[in-house]
C-alpha cells in the first residue's frame, strides 16, 4: 500500500531565504508526482507535475526534482516571500491503485516578512 | 476557461438528512475524483469516476455514501443519512487523464448539526 510522507510538518523561515520541503513515497511504482499549495479555507492549486520518466520540473522560483528510484522527490523554493505561506502537499499517482492521488500531510510553511 | 466548480460552498445539515455535493470538471476533463479532508488530517481518496463509469470506489465508505458521475451534468456525491463524523471538507478534482495533472475545486464544507 502506497504511503506519501512530507518532512518537515511545519517549517518557518525568514523573508528571502531558499527553503527545501521533502517528500518520500513507499512505492516506486507511480505514474507521476504533483505538487500542490493550500491556503486556509481554499481549495489546492497544482504548482508542478513531474513524469515517472522525468527528474525534474521548474516553474518560476519553484523547482521539483524526482528520484522514483529511491522514492523522494524535493520542492525547492528560492527566495521565499511570505506570499508563498501556505501549507504545500506532494500527492502520488500510484500505478498500483487505478491511478489515485495519494497524498502527504503537508509541510505548513510561514514565510516571516 | 472555469476551473472546477463545486457547490455548495457550505453546507449545513442535521443528523439523519442528506447531502448532495456537486461537482463539475474543468471543460474537457472526462476524470472525476473526491477526496475528504478531515481537520489536521490529509486529503483522504474516496471514489475515482468517468462519464457514467465509477473505476476506483475503495475509498468510499461501504454504507450511505454514493457517487455518480453521468453522461450530462455534474459529478454528485451522495451523503444518506449524515453523522457528525461526516463533518468535512470535501473536494473535487478533475483531470484530462492518467499522465496530466489534477485540478481542484474549492470545496464544499460539510457542517453535521
Known amino acids: 500500500k502506497q504511503e506519501v510522507t512530507q518532512i518537515p510538518a511545519a517549517l518557518s523561515v525568514p523573508e528571502g531565504e531558499n527553503l527545501v520541503l521533502n517528500c518520500s513515497f513507499t512505492d516506486s511504482a507511480i505514474y507521476n508526482l504533483q505538487w500542490f499549495r493550500q491556503d486556509p479555507g481554499k481549495g489546492l492549486t497544482s504548482l508542478l507535475l513531474i513524469q515517472s520518466s522525468q527528474r525534474e520540473q521548474t516553474s518560476g522560483r519553484l523547482n521539483a526534482s524526482l528520484d522514483k528510484s529511491s522514492g523522494r522527490s524535493t520542492l525547492y523554493i528560492a527566495a521565499s516571500q511570505p506570499g508563498d505561506s501556505a501549507t504545500y502537499l506532494c500527492a502520488v499517482r500510484d500505478g498500483g491503485s487505478q491511478g489515485n492521488l495519494i497524498f502527504g500531510k503537508g509541510t505548513k510553511l510561514s514565510v516571516k516578512p | 476557461n472555469a476551473g472546477v466548480m463545486q457547490n455548495p460552498r457550505h453546507l449545513v445539515r442535521r443528523r439523519g438528512q442528506e447531502a448532495r455535493l456537486r461537482c463539475s470538471p474543468m471543460?474537457?476533463?472526462?476524470?472525476v475524483y473526491w477526496y475528504r479532508q478531515l481537520p489536521e488530517e490529509g486529503l483522504k481518496f474516496m471514489v475515482y469516476l468517468q462519464k457514467e463509469n465509477i473505476i476506483d470506489e475503495s475509498g468510499m465508505p461501504k454504507e450511505r455514501f454514493s457517487a455518480e458521475f453521468p453522461k450530462e451534468g455534474p459529478s454528485i456525491l451522495r451523503i444518506q443519512q449524515v453523522v457528525r463524523g461526516d463533518s468535512a471538507a470535501y473536494f473535487c478534482a478533475s483531470s484530462m487523464g492518467l499522465a496530466s495533472p489534477l485540478h481542484f475545486g474549492n470545496g464544499t464544507r460539510l457542517t453535521v448539526t
Open positions: 471543460k474537457g476533463h472526462s476524470h
